[in-house]
């Protein structure tokens, strides 16, 4: 308040920044538009993508890196001709064993008594 009894109020516009070029805009409408003239940036949207803590997956068909597993799955669709389903070719091994797990199964045959303690 001020002193005659008025109410102040401070507005604080918020900008949408170009971090191409620095430009600022009251609408992130605004700063859409303008990033299209920006083609020259390796990705689509406002901003790039974020950075992934972890390493890239690669396709094991033809090499080519994707951000995460769901993106290389999608691309997995573009080699109809592999013999197999899923991310990676199958090696032969149970797949417990490919996922970690290295406790040997316990073989039992129910048709044959309980072995002896």
Known sequence: MDKDGTVLSLSIQKTWD???????????????????????????????????????EACVVCGKRFDSKKALGGHMNQHPERSWRGLLRPTGEPAAARNGNTTVPLQIDLNQPAPEE
Not at 18 to 43: A, D, Q, T
């Open 18 to 56: 170009s971090i191409v070029c620095g430009k600022h805009f009251y609408k992130k409408k605004s700063l859409g538009g303008h990033m299209k003239r920006h083609p020259e940036r390796p990705w689509r949207g406002l901003y790039p993508p974020p950075t992934s803590h972890h390493a890239p």
